[in-house]
């Protein structure tokens, strides 16, 4: 999928804006040429920026540092191109003995800082690519930013419903069933299939609905719009729910570059005290000035966006991964798993070198000696 829109500075611009602006020299030379001058040159990088995006519950939410959100995004400069591709969080991934989305709390559990450590790696050995940097944010600091923003115009492809989508501090609401009520229910092979959860947690989950066309958010129906995941039709896909994200990222780092957030001194500090609270990056204060001279360098650019699911049999788009049966071995859990076997992830990584190399590889041509 093509995109002529410079997407990339959204994932960045939350992130290193504010506080590069507090950190550096609180509105001196250097924000004054950030915002009017087009000439700013960033120094030479001889390889491509591997960058991976994390987006995680926070506090309130039942396990609060899993990742519901996973982008790896890599920044060609020769090329003037950016390559993202979205990971699933229900990949299974052997050495964790869990999902890849349990790898940034892992890492966090066994020590502050881990998290991103750990995600990097996992994300680094399904991809087969180096990651130079991690950034990871949490729910919260997401809704409140753009609230601060003051919601965001985002256009809907297509109308949607989604009757599964999590109630906040309800995940572990036991809906008036008994102890043995739920112990018969853990009991059975599929018990836990979110569409079984669903059914038999009824007050856990609530019904969103987007229509189509220009929809203006606030940031809990920016999240909603990002997050579902069990939306009714074309819309319950991984891949769908990739391009909503897209859509999202394009939107906010639209609205932080116009000059009425720019020019407004509130605004920013209010957005720096929320990103203090809220995002955890690896990414060095000495470089963010680096980082936005960079974004506004790929002003323009190409934007890859590719997606590792199931594919959509319909429209007979393979996918380079499956669902297998519920067993023990994946703690009868809903899992993902490489088509070619659980743990090789060379056919993945021949498919995201292609991308990043040439852009529109496509999955069926994708083989492995």
Same mark, same amino acid.
């Given at each position: ?44 990088? %001889? ?42 969080? +229900? ?38 690519? #180096? ?29 949607? +419903? ?16 008994? =102890? ?57 896909? =991984? ?28 605004? @920013?500090?209010?957005?720096? %005290? @929320?990103?203090?609270?809220?995002? =955890? ?42 669902? #297998? ?45």
């Amino acid at each position: 999928m093509h995109k002529k829109a410079f997407i990339i500075i959204g994932i960045l611009v939350l992130v290193l804006f504010g506080r590069a602006i507090i950190a550096t020299l609180k509105f001196t030379p250097f924000f004054f040429q950030l915002i009017f001058n087009n000439k700013i040159e960033i120094k030479k990088f %001889d390889k491509n920026i591997n960058i991976l995006l994390l987006g995680i519950g926070g506090e309130k939410h039942d396990g609060p540092d899993l990742s519901d959100t996973m982008i790896f995004a890599s920044i060609d400069q020769s090329k003037n191109k950016v390559t993202l591709v979205s990971l699933p969080r +229900d990949l299974w991934i052997p050495d964790l003995g869990g999902k890849i989305n349990l790898a940034y709390a892992d890492g966090e559990s066994k020590r502050k800082g881990g998290g991103l450590t750990e995600a990097k790696a996992a994300a680094g050995k399904i991809l087969g690519q #180096p990651i130079d940097y991690g950034i990871r944010i949490n729910f919260a600091g997401f809704v409140k930013a753009v609230d601060i923003l003051g919601g965001l115009a985002v256009a809907v492809d297509n109308a949607f +419903d989604d009757y599964m989508y999590p109630i906040e501090g309800k995940e572990k609401d036991a809906c008036g069933k008994t =102890d043995a009520n739920i112990q018969e229910f853990i009991k059975t092979a599929s018990a836990s299939a979110e569409q079984n959860l669903a059914i038999f947690f009824p007050c856990r989950y609530q019904h969103i609905h987007f229509d189509k066309g220009l929809n203006y958010l606030n940031g809990i129906e920016a999240l909603e719009f990002v997050r579902s995941r069990h939306a009714l039709g074309s819309e319950g896909t =991984d891949f769908a729910r990739s391009a909503r994200q897209q859509k999202v990222i394009k939107a906010v780092k639209d609205k932080i570059l116009s000059l009425g957030i720019l020019l407004n001194p509130g605004k @920013i500090m209010s957005l720096y %005290d @929320i990103l203090q609270s809220s995002i =955890d990056t690896d990414i060095n204060q000495n470089e963010f000035d680096d980082f936005i001279r960079l974004s506004q360098k790929m002003k323009g650019s190409t934007i890859i966006n590719a997606v590792l699911d199931q594919g959509d049999s319909q429209i007979g788009r393979p996918g380079l991964l499956i669902n #297998p049966a519920p067993s023990s071995d994946y703690g009868y859990a809903w899992v993902l798993i490489p088509r070619i076997g659980v743990g090789n992830y060379s056919e993945i990584a021949k498919y995201v070198a292609c991308e990043i190399r040439i852009g529109n590889c496509t999955v069926s041509k994708i083989s492995v000696n």
